[in-house]
């Protein structure tokens, strides 16, 4: 008759439940993983699976009984690691969110809006086509490859227990935001500063024929051209992109207590 103790027991459902809970609050937080339209069991089946999968590759876990004072402090450490790990990666889509909004209000399509299925937020037209164009950039790119090993090395940089992330590494994710702005910029500016100078041929125009209706003819040229110069500046957008996604898991390898 086979006899196991309660910390064999504590432990087996340690090694199970800790990097659930760590990985199922980065699956909430992560974009693709995290989007609206994604149910919500398929997000906990997933964080499941991968617990499970990944258990040859985990560092041990310690024996803490989950419904201890401890379990529930390494439970809410385990969110907050989780957590930012998601809302780091969430930001490289961010930045296509914001240059695609950049663009729309240059083109004067920034009142068609409509909901984004990554963050349930509205956003203009052209912001979904960057957001898809991220999706299938991230995936040809083996980037949810990328995040799985990038789980594996947290649970060694940073194993369960209370250790937790401290204000360095908050204060890292806080100031990675003016990289995220600035990468927005980087893609938007070529359409944006065509689009300026389309803008003060208008105007010019508006000065030497005041009799023209520049709204009935500058609108649908601005956007046949905003069209066309997303079209153009698309070739730059892969490597803005994946210089960016690579930012993003240096600077998760950094917070994690990576060198």
Do not use: C
């Not at 409509?114 to 299938?136: K, R």
Request: hydrophobic share 60%; no cysteine; charged share 5%.
């Amino acid at each position: 008759m086979f006899t196991f103790s309660t910390n064999e027991i504590v432990s087996w459902v340690g090694g199970v439940i800790w990097p659930f809970i760590r990985i199922g609050s980065m699956l909430v937080a992560a974009p693709i993983f995290g989007a609206g339209s994604v149910p919500v069991r398929i997000r906990l089946g997933l964080a499941l699976v991968l617990a499970w999968a990944l258990q040859p590759y985990l560092p041990p876990v310690p024996p803490i009984d989950p419904l201890s004072v401890q379990g529930f402090l390494v439970s809410a450490s385990q969110v907050l690691i989780g957590v930012a790990m998601g809302f780091i990666l969430q930001m490289v889509f961010s930045a296509m969110v914001l240059a695609g909004q950049a663009i729309a209000l240059s083109m004067g399509l920034g009142f068609a809006v409509f909901v984004d299925p990554q963050s349930g937020a509205q956003a203009p037209t052209v912001s979904q086509i960057y957001i898809v164009l991220a999706t299938l950039l991230f995936l040809s790119m083996n980037g949810h490859l990328m995040l799985i090993d990038m789980l594996v090395q947290s649970f060694k940089l940073m194993p369960v227990g209370l250790l937790t992330l401290g204000n360095s590494a908050l204060w890292k994710i806080v100031t990675w935001g003016g990289t995220m702005y600035a990468a927005a910029l980087l893609v938007a500016l070529p359409a944006v500063a065509s689009l300026m100078l389309v803008n003060i041929a208008f105007g010019v125009i508006t000065r030497a024929a005041p009799q023209l209706n520049i709204f009935a003819v500058g609108f649908p040229l601005t956007l046949i051209l905003g069209f066309g110069l997303i079209m153009i500046s698309l070739p730059t957008l892969l490597p803005r992109f994946s210089t960016l996604m690579n930012q993003s898991f240096t600077l998760m390898f950094g917070v994690l207590g990576g060198h």
